[in-house]
C-alpha cells in the first residue's frame, strides 16, 4: 500500500483509477522541476542538458518492466489511439497477402474505429469484429492481424494473451496488443507470450495524468523491419539530418512519431518513481484479494445488481463491474456520497480496484454506501438523471 505517494480527493473512495489515476505526490514538483529549471533556464538547450529527447525511450523502459517487455522495445508518444492506428498498420504491411484485421465486439470503440478507418484509407482491408469467445475459432489463412484489448474495459473479462498470440502465429497471423487496461494492473509478459506488436496509455493504473502519452512495444524481432507507416521525423535514423527522404531509426525507436509531450511526461515520470517499486506479482495478489472481497460484500447486499465481471478471478483485470438498468443514476448518486466509480453505457457500474492506494478498509466503505444507495434506492432521484459530457 503506497496510499502516502498519491494526493487523493478529501472524502472520497477512488474506484476509478482505471479511468484516470490519481496525482502521484511527486508529480507537481517534478513538472515544476521541468519548467523552472529546465524549460525556464535552459530554454532550448533541454532537448540536450534535460535529455529531453531520449525520454521517449528511457520512460519506455521504465514501462517496460511492468509488461514483460525487452529492453528498448517500447517508445513512449502519441495517444494511444494513434499507436493502435500505427501498429495495425505496420502489421499489415508485414502479412500483404491477408486483408483481415480480427477484433472483439469488447474492444474499446476508439480501436475499433481506427481500425476501421485503416482498412477504408487501404480500400481492400477488412476489419471483423465477433464475439470475444468466437476470437480463437475465428482465427484462420486470411486473418493478418489480431487486434485486442487484453481486459476489456466494460466487464475487465481477459483474453488469454500466451494462447491467442500462439493461435495467430500458428495461422500465420500477427498480433497487436491494447494493454490500456493491463499495463500496471496486473502482470503482462510481452516476451514470454510471443507478442508482436503492443501498446497502451499511461493515464490509467499508471497514474502518469490527463493526457499523458500512449506507449508502443515492437517484438526485437521485428524492430529493424517493421515500417512505422506514421514517418515521422522523430523516428528517423537521423532527425537532425533533416534529409528530405525517410529513413527509419533501428529498433522501436521508429516508432515514435514527432516532438514528445516533455511536460507530461515528467508528471509520467514522477508516476513511475512509485512504479520503479511495485512488484506487479504482488500488487495482482492484493488486487484479487480486494476485488473478491468487494463482490462478496456488493452481491451480498444488493441482490438487484448482477456481476458482469467474470466470477474467476483469473479471469478479470483489475476491475469489478456490475450490470443494473438503472446504472447512470445509480453510479451519480454514489459519486454525491464519496464514491467514485464510472458508468458504461448502456448499464455498466465499473470500479476500478487499484491496490497501491486502496485498503480493505476502502473496499469496506465503498461497498457500505453501495448498498445504502441500492437498499433505499438513493438513485431515484431526478437530480441524478441528467447526462454529462464525460461519464
Ligand atoms: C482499450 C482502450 N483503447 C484505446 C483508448 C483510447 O485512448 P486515447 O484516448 O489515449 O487515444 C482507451 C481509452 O480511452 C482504451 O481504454
Ligand atoms: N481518456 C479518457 C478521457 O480523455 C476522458 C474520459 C475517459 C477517458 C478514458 O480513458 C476512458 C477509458 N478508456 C475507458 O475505459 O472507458
Not at 22 to 36: C, D, F, I, Q
Not at 176 to 205: I, N, Q, R
Not at 271 to 285: F, P
Not at 354 to 376: F, H, Q, R
Request: glycine share 10%; charged share 20%.
Amino acid at each position: 500500500m503506497m496510499k502516502e505517494r498519491f494526493i487523493l480527493p478529501d472524502g472520497l473512495v477512488y474506484l476509478d483509477g482505471n479511468s484516470l489515476g490519481p496525482l502521484p505526490r511527486g508529480a507537481a514538483a517534478r513538472v515544476g522541476t521541468t519548467m523552472e529549471l529546465e524549460w525556464g533556464r535552459l530554454a532550448i538547450a533541454g532537448w540536450n542538458r534535460a535529455g529531453w529527447i531520449g525520454q521517449p525511450m528511457a520512460l519506455g523502459d521504465r514501462i517496460g518492466r511492468l509488461i514483460g517487455a525487452e529492453p528498448g522495445s517500447v517508445s513512449v508518444g502519441d495517444t494511444l489511439s494513434v499507436k493502435v492506428f500505427q501498429l495495425v498498420a505496420a502489421a499489415l504491411a508485414m502479412r500483404p497477402e491477408r486483408k483481415v484485421v480480427l477484433s472483439d465486439s469488447g474492444n474499446f470503440p476508439s480501436d475499433l474505429y481506427m481500425a476501421d478507418g485503416l482498412a477504408e484509407a487501404l480500400g481492400d482491408v477488412q476489419l471483423v469484429v465477433v464475439e470475444p469467445e468466437e476470437i480463437a475459432g475465428r482465427i484462420g489463412p486470411d486473418v493478418a492481424v489480431l487486434m485486442l484489448t487484453e481486459v476489456d474495459y466494460r466487464t475487465g473479462r481477459k483474453h488469454d494473451m500466451a494462447a491467442l498470440t500462439r493461435a495467430a502465429h500458428e495461422a500465420g497471423a500477427l498480433t497487436v496488443w491494447d494493454l490500456a487496461h493491463s499495463a500496471g494492473a496486473l502482470p503482462v509478459e510481452l516476451a514470454g507470450a510471443g507478442a508482436d506488436f503492443a501498446c497502451g496509455c499511461t493515464y490509467k493504473y499508471l497514474n502518469g495524468g490527463p493526457g499523458a502519452p500512449g506507449f508502443a512495444y515492437v517484438a526485437p524481432r521485428h524492430a529493424d523491419t517493421a515500417r512505422t507507416i506514421l514517418q515521422g521525423w522523430l523516428g528517423h535514423a537521423e532527425p537532425f539530418a533533416f534529409e528530405p527522404g525517410y529513413r527509419p531509426a533501428a529498433g522501436a525507436e521508429r516508432m515514435r512519431v514527432g516532438t514528445p509531450p516533455i511536460l507530461q511526461m515528467a508528471a509520467l515520470e514522477a508516476a513511475l518513481d512509485i512504479w520503479d517499486e511495485v512488484d506487479v506479482s504482488e500488487l495482482r495478489a492484493r488486487s484479487i484479494v480486494l476485488s473478491e472481497r468487494f463482490i462478496a460484500a456488493v452481491e451480498s447486499a444488493c441482490p438487484d445488481i448482477a456481476l458482469v465481471s467474470p466470477r474467476d478471478p483469473e479471469a478479470r483485470g483489475s476491475q469489478v463491474s456490475f450490470r443494473f438498468e438503472h446504472g447512470y443514476a445509480a453510479m451519480q448518486a454514489l459519486i454525491a456520497h464519496g464514491v467514485v466509480g464510472d458508468f458504461r453505457a448502456p448499464d455498466i457500474m465499473r470500479f476500478g480496484i487499484t491496490p497501491l492506494y486502496l485498503s480493505e478498509e476502502d473496499i469496506d466503505v465503498a461497498a457500505g454506501v453501495i448498498a445504502k444507495v441500492m437498499t433505499e434506492r438513493l438513485w431515484d432521484d431526478p437530480a441524478y438523471a441528467t447526462r454529462s459530457a464525460v461519464t
